[in-house]
C-alpha cells in the first residue's frame, strides 16, 4: 500500500511539473508576437522620420565643388559712386572728408583721433572695394555702422576746433607746398639728367689716359699716324668714305666697327675722324693698336683747320664773345626761363658743328657718308652711294610722321625771317646717318648759306640751340628723302620702339640723353651696342668697362 501510494504521489508530482513546463512554454509566443508589432511600427516610424529629414535637409556642399551663390544684379560702380543717393557715395565723400581731418589731427598733435580717423578710413576703402570687385550695391547694413563711426568721428574732429575754413586754408597751403615742391623736383630732376648726359664716365676717361700715356710713350704710333696722312686711300673717290667728329673713343670705335662689321667689303671703307686736342693722342693710338677688318682710318685734330677761325665762322666769333659762353659754360642763372637741356655746351661745340665744313676738311672727295658718335650700323653702307639724289645736297631720312616734327616744331615762326621764306609745314628730318653729295654742295655754296642762318639767329630768336634747326634751314629745298629702315631714331630716349624695326634697320641712333655708354641707358637697347665693344682689350679690361 505504501509502495502503491508513494508511486501515485510521484506521478502526480510529475504531472504537476510537464503542466508547468508547458504553461512555461506557451507564454513567450504571445510576448514574441507583440514585441514583433511593435518592431514593425517602429521600423515604420523611423522610415518615415528619415525620409522627412532627407527631404527638409540643406544640400551638403562638397569642399572641392564651386559654391552657387544666389544671383543679384550686377550694378555700374561708377554710376553708384556719382549718385548723389547711394550709400557708396556717401562713403566716399566723408572717407575724403576724413582724410582731410586726419592731416590737420596730425598736425595738432591728436595722433590717437588721426589713428582711430585712418581705421575707419581703411573699413571704408574695404567695404568700397568689395563692392567694386563684386558689381553689387552696398546694402544700409553694411554701410551705416561705418557711416556712423566716420560721423562721430569727424565730429569730434569738428568740435576739435577744426571746422571748415581751417581745413581749406591748410589744404590750399598744403596743395601749394606740393606745388612748389614738385617744380622744384621737375628742376632738380632736369638739371641732375643733364649732368649725367653731359658726364664723362670714369671708365672711358680711364681708357683715354691710357691711349694717351701709350701716345706718348710710344714715337712709333705718332711716326705711322703722319704716315697715313699720305695715303692715297684718303682722296680715293672709288672707295666708300665716311666721316665721325667725336670726343669720344670708345664710341667712335663702336661706329667704326659696326660699319665694317657689316660691309660685304671692309678693305673699301675709309673713315676721317676728327676729334680735339685732348683726345687726339689716345683716339689715334686707339685705331693704330687695333685692326678694324682692313680698312682704313684717319684720325684729325680740330687745330689743324686754320680756316676755321672768328673771321670766316660766325658759331666761332659767337662761341668768343662773354654773353654766349655765360649761357652755355655757366650755372645759367641769368636765363633761369630757359630749358636746362638747351644750356648743353655740346650744342655749341665745334666738333658739332663741323658737319657743315665737310666739304672743307675733305677737299677732293665727292660723296661721303656722316655718321654721329651715339649710332650703331646693322647693314651694309656702301649702297647709300648709289642712291640717286635727283640734284639735292643731303639725303636723309624724315621724321614728320607726327605732326610735331614738321619744321614749326624747331623753328620761330613768329620771326619775319624765318616766316617769310620757310613753309611751316614742310618735313623734318634727322642727323646722324645721311649721304652727302659734296658736288652738289659746293655748287649751293651750302656753308655760305648755313652762315647766313648762323648770324641771323646770333641773339638766338630763331631757334634756341642744335645743330637741327641749323641743318633744316641750311639745306631747306635740297634735301632728298631716304627709305625709313635705313635711319631708326628713339633709342636714347623711347623705350617702346617696335623689335621689328630696329632690326630691320640700316642704322639705329641713340639720340637723346641716355646713351648707351653711360648707366642710365635704356637697359633694353645697350645690348645691340655693346656687340661691338671690344672687352677682351687690356686696356677696355683694366678700366672696367664692362
Same mark, same amino acid.
Given at each position: 500500500?505504501?509502495?502503491?501510494?508513494?508511486?501515485?504521489?510521484?506521478?502526480?508530482?510529475?504531472?504537476?511539473?510537464?503542466?508547468?513546463?508547458?504553461?512555461?512554454?506557451?507564454?513567450?509566443?504571445?510576448?514574441?508576437?507583440?514585441?514583433?508589432?511593435?518592431?514593425?511600427?517602429?521600423?515604420?516610424?523611423?522610415?518615415?522620420?528619415?525620409?522627412?529629414?532627407?527631404?527638409?535637409?540643406?544640400?551638403?556642399?562638397?569642399?572641392?565643388?564651386?559654391?552657387?551663390?544666389?544671383?543679384?544684379?550686377?550694378?555700374?560702380?561708377?554710376?553708384?559712386?556719382?549718385?548723389?543717393?547711394?550709400?557708396?557715395?556717401?562713403?566716399?565723400?566723408?572717407?575724403?572728408? %576724413? $582724410? /582731410?581731418?586726419?592731416?590737420?589731427?596730425? !598736425?595738432? +598733435?591728436? &595722433?590717437?583721433?588721426?589713428?582711430?580717423?585712418? *581705421?575707419?578710413?581703411?573699413?571704408?576703402?574695404?567695404?568700397?572695394?568689395?563692392?567694386?570687385?563684386?558689381?553689387?550695391?552696398?546694402?544700409?547694413?553694411?554701410?551705416?555702422?561705418?557711416?556712423?563711426?566716420?560721423?562721430?568721428?569727424?565730429?569730434?574732429?569738428?568740435?576739435?576746433?577744426?571746422?571748415?575754413?581751417?581745413?581749406?586754408?591748410?589744404?590750399?597751403?598744403?596743395?601749394?607746398?606740393?606745388?612748389?615742391? %614738385? $617744380? /622744384?623736383?621737375?628742376?632738380?630732376?632736369? !638739371?641732375? +639728367?643733364? &649732368?649725367?648726359?653731359?658726364?664723362?664716365?670714369? *671708365?672711358?676717361?680711364?681708357?683715354?689716359?691710357?691711349?694717351?700715356?701709350?701716345?706718348?710713350?710710344?714715337?712709333?704710333?705718332?711716326?705711322?699716324?703722319?704716315?697715313?696722312?699720305?695715303?692715297?686711300?684718303?682722296?680715293?673717290?672709288?672707295?666708300?668714305?665716311?666721316?665721325?667728329?667725336?670726343?669720344?673713343?670708345?664710341?667712335?670705335?663702336?661706329?667704326?666697327?659696326?660699319?665694317?662689321?657689316?660691309?660685304?667689303?671692309?678693305?673699301?671703307?675709309?673713315?676721317?675722324?676728327?676729334?680735339?686736342?685732348?683726345?687726339?693722342?689716345?683716339?689715334?693710338?686707339?685705331?693704330?693698336?687695333?685692326?678694324?677688318?682692313?680698312?682704313?682710318?684717319?684720325?684729325?685734330?680740330?687745330?689743324?683747320?686754320?680756316?676755321?677761325?672768328?673771321?670766316?665762322?660766325?658759331?666761332?666769333?659767337?662761341?668768343?664773345?662773354?654773353?654766349?659762353?655765360?649761357?652755355?659754360?655757366?650755372?645759367?642763372?641769368?636765363?633761369?626761363?630757359?630749358?636746362?637741356?638747351?644750356?648743353?655746351?655740346?650744342?655749341?661745340?665745334?666738333?658739332?658743328?663741323?658737319?657743315?665744313?665737310?666739304?672743307?676738311?675733305?677737299?677732293?672727295?665727292?660723296?661721303?657718308?656722316?655718321?654721329?658718335?651715339?649710332?650703331?650700323?646693322?647693314?651694309?653702307?656702301?649702297?647709300?652711294?648709289?642712291?640717286?639724289?635727283?640734284?639735292?645736297?643731303?639725303?636723309?631720312?624724315?621724321?614728320?610722321?607726327?605732326?610735331?616734327?614738321?619744321?614749326?616744331?624747331?623753328?620761330?615762326?613768329?620771326?619775319?625771317?624765318?616766316?617769310?621764306?620757310?613753309?611751316?609745314?614742310?618735313?623734318?628730318?634727322?642727323?646722324?646717318?645721311?649721304?652727302?653729295?659734296?658736288?652738289?654742295?659746293?655748287?649751293?655754296?651750302?656753308?655760305?648759306?648755313?652762315?647766313?642762318?648762323?648770324?641771323?639767329?646770333?641773339?638766338?630768336?630763331?631757334?634756341?640751340?642744335?645743330?637741327?634747326?641749323?641743318?633744316?634751314?641750311?639745306?631747306?629745298?635740297?634735301?632728298?628723302?631716304?627709305?625709313?629702315?635705313?635711319?631708326?631714331?628713339?633709342?636714347?630716349?623711347?623705350?617702346?620702339?617696335?623689335?621689328?624695326?630696329?632690326?630691320?634697320?640700316?642704322?639705329?641712333?641713340?639720340?637723346?640723353?641716355?646713351?648707351?655708354?653711360?648707366?642710365?641707358?635704356?637697359?633694353?637697347?645697350?645690348?645691340?651696342?655693346?656687340?661691338?665693344?671690344?672687352?677682351?682689350?687690356?686696356?677696355?679690361?683694366?678700366?672696367?668697362?664692362?
Amino acid at each position: 500500500m505504501l509502495r502503491g501510494t508513494g508511486h501515485v504521489g510521484g506521478d502526480a508530482r510529475r504531472r504537476a511539473l510537464e503542466h508547468r513546463r508547458s504553461a512555461r512554454r506557451r507564454l513567450p509566443g504571445w510576448i514574441w508576437w507583440l514585441l514583433g508589432i511593435f518592431l514593425l511600427v517602429g521600423l515604420m516610424l523611423f522610415v518615415l522620420h528619415h525620409n522627412q529629414k532627407e527631404q527638409f535637409r540643406p544640400p551638403v556642399v562638397d569642399n572641392g565643388s564651386e559654391i552657387e551663390e544666389v544671383p543679384h544684379e550686377k550694378v555700374n560702380f561708377t554710376e553708384e559712386l556719382l549718385s548723389s543717393t547711394s550709400f557708396a557715395r556717401q562713403l566716399a565723400d566723408q572717407m575724403t572728408l %576724413a $582724410k /582731410a581731418y586726419v592731416i590737420l589731427a596730425k !598736425e595738432h +598733435g591728436n &595722433l590717437q583721433l588721426a589713428w582711430e580717423l585712418s *581705421s575707419q578710413i581703411r573699413n571704408c576703402q574695404r567695404l568700397l572695394s568689395e563692392g567694386a570687385v563684386s558689381g553689387r550695391a552696398i546694402t544700409p547694413d553694411e554701410a551705416h555702422p561705418i557711416i556712423s563711426r566716420l560721423a562721430r568721428l569727424i565730429y569730434k574732429a569738428q568740435d576739435a576746433h577744426y571746422d571748415i575754413s581751417t581745413t581749406i586754408v591748410t589744404l590750399k597751403s598744403h596743395a601749394l607746398a606740393l606745388e612748389e615742391r %614738385a $617744380k /622744384a623736383a621737375i628742376v632738380q630732376s632736369a !638739371e641732375f +639728367g643733364q &649732368l649725367a648726359a653731359e658726364s664723362f664716365p670714369k *671708365s672711358l676717361h680711364c681708357l683715354t689716359v691710357k691711349l694717351t700715356e701709350e701716345w706718348l710713350r710710344n714715337p712709333k704710333h705718332r711716326s705711322r699716324s703722319e704716315e697715313q696722312r699720305n695715303s692715297t686711300r684718303l682722296v680715293d673717290n672709288n672707295l666708300y668714305h665716311f666721316c665721325i667728329f667725336s670726343d669720344n673713343v670708345l664710341a667712335t670705335s663702336v661706329v667704326v666697327n659696326s660699319t665694317v662689321s657689316n660691309a660685304n667689303h671692309p678693305q673699301q671703307l675709309v673713315f676721317h675722324v676728327v676729334t680735339d686736342r685732348i683726345h687726339f693722342g689716345a683716339m689715334s693710338t686707339w685705331f693704330l693698336i687695333n685692326d678694324f677688318k682692313g680698312c682704313t682710318v684717319e684720325v684729325r685734330c680740330i687745330d689743324e683747320f686754320s680756316w676755321l677761325n672768328a673771321s670766316s665762322s660766325p658759331l666761332v666769333r659767337q662761341l668768343s664773345e662773354v654773353e654766349t659762353q655765360g649761357y652755355y659754360y655757366s650755372a645759367g642763372s641769368k636765363h633761369p626761363e630757359r630749358e636746362i637741356k638747351f644750356h648743353n655746351p655740346k650744342f655749341v661745340s665745334l666738333l658739332n658743328h663741323l658737319r657743315f665744313y665737310i666739304p672743307q676738311i675733305l677737299p677732293n672727295l665727292e660723296k661721303v657718308v656722316f655718321l654721329d658718335d651715339d649710332v650703331v650700323v646693322q647693314k651694309d653702307l656702301t649702297q647709300l652711294f648709289s642712291i640717286e639724289l635727283h640734284g639735292n645736297v643731303i639725303g636723309a631720312v624724315e621724321t614728320c610722321l607726327e605732326s610735331f616734327h614738321r619744321y614749326h616744331k624747331y623753328l620761330n615762326f613768329s620771326h619775319p625771317t624765318i616766316s617769310s621764306k620757310i613753309d611751316p609745314h614742310t618735313c623734318g628730318w634727322a642727323f646722324g646717318m645721311n649721304i652727302f653729295d659734296l658736288i652738289a654742295w659746293r655748287k649751293a655754296n651750302a656753308t655760305s648759306l648755313y652762315h647766313y642762318w648762323q648770324e641771323q639767329n646770333s641773339d638766338l630768336l630763331l631757334w634756341r640751340t642744335g645743330t637741327l634747326p641749323a641743318g633744316l634751314l641750311t639745306f631747306y629745298g635740297l634735301m632728298e628723302p631716304l627709305d625709313r629702315r635705313w635711319h631708326v631714331l628713339g633709342l636714347g630716349y623711347d623705350v617702346d620702339i617696335d623689335d621689328r624695326l630696329i632690326e630691320s634697320s640700316a642704322v639705329v641712333h641713340y639720340n637723346g640723353n641716355m646713351k648707351p655708354w653711360l648707366k642710365l641707358a635704356i637697359r633694353r637697347y645697350k645690348y645691340i651696342w655693346e656687340r661691338y665693344v671690344n672687352f677682351s682689350h687690356p686696356y677696355v679690361r683694366e678700366c672696367m668697362l664692362h
